[in-house]
Nanobody
C-alpha cells in the first residue's frame, strides 16, 4: 500500500521560509517521480515542483522564480520542498504526489498517489 504523509505546513509571515516534507511508504516502483502541487481557495490545483526519484532531475513552476527547491532523500523515502521568500499568494494547501511512471513532471493527471495535504498560510 502506498501512503504519502505531508508535514511542515503552518503560518509564516511574508518573506519567511518553510520546509515541507513528504514521507512515502510502499514499493519503490510507486515513486518513479514525485511532485508538489498546491490549491488555493477558489482556484484550481497547480503544479509547484517535481523530481525524478532515481536521477534527481527537477522541474519547477514559473511562478517560483528560484524561491522554492525540491529535493529527495532516498534513504528516508522522503521528498522535501524548501520554500523561501514566501508571499501571501503562496497561501494554499500543498499536496505531495507520486507517480509510477511519468512523462511530464508538471502534469497532475500523471500522478497515481496523493497525500492529504498540508496548509501553508503566509500573512502580509
Amino acid at each position: 500500500q502506498v501512503q504519502l504523509v505531508e508535514s511542515g505546513g503552518g503560518l509564516v509571515r511574508a518573506g519567511g521560509s518553510l520546509r515541507l516534507s513528504c514521507a512515502a511508504s510502499g514499493p519503490t516502483w510507486s515513486r518513479y517521480a514525485m511532485g508538489w502541487f498546491r490549491q488555493a481557495p477558489g482556484k484550481e490545483r497547480e503544479f509547484v515542483a517535481g523530481i525524478m526519484w532515481s536521477s534527481g532531475e527537477t522541474d519547477y513552476a514559473d511562478f517560483e522564480k528560484g524561491r522554492f527547491t525540491i529535493s529527495r532523500d532516498t534513504a528516508r523515502n522522503t521528498v522535501y520542498l524548501q520554500m523561501n521568500s514566501l508571499k501571501p499568494e503562496d497561501t494554499a494547501v500543498y499536496y505531495c504526489a507520486a507517480s509510477k511512471y511519468i512523462a511530464s513532471l508538471s502534469a497532475d493527471y500523471e500522478y497515481d498517489y496523493w497525500g492529504q495535504g498540508t496548509q501553508v498560510t503566509v500573512s502580509s
